[in-house]
């Protein structure tokens, strides 16, 4: 069920590839291009959304619910999953992140109940 809420999301114009990362930082479901280490990045989406946790609660703004990494060929959004994962999305440089990121919410939540 959660492959077939990633390749769903995948079909977003914009979206290149997702992933679904526990906690710990193991893969839990991936729907992403043969060219991107899904191992390596959900370890390190992991690691910097833990990062963004600490800051947001060092400067008492609440809960994280998404990050976004913008880089010059593309993007990288971090989105929450109740607590128990996270769903990282990578995008395409010149994406529509509105939609992108109302597609991401619904998603996760989604993705939160199969959990």
């Not at 600490?54 to 607590?83: F, H, N, P, S, Y």
């Not at 996270?86 to 597609?103: K, Q, Y």
Request: hydrophobic share 50%; no cysteine.
């Amino acid at each position: 069920m959660i492959e077939k809420i990633l390749a769903d999301l995948n079909r977003v114009e914009g979206v290149v590839g997702s992933l679904v990362v526990s906690s710990d930082g193991l893969i839990v479901a991936e729907a992403v291009p043969p060219d991107i280490d899904s191992e390596i990045v959900g370890a390190i989406a992991t690691t910097v959304y833990g990062s963004g946790e600490r800051v947001v609660d060092e400067m008492e703004l609440g809960e994280l619910e998404q990050m976004l990494l913008e880089a010059t060929q593309g993007k990288v959004m971090i989105v929450d999953v109740g607590g128990e994962a996270t769903l990282v999305l990578v995008v395409e440089p010149d994406a529509n992140l509105g939609l992108i990121r109302l597609r991401a919410r619904e998603a996760a939540e989604e993705i939160a109940k199969q959990l």
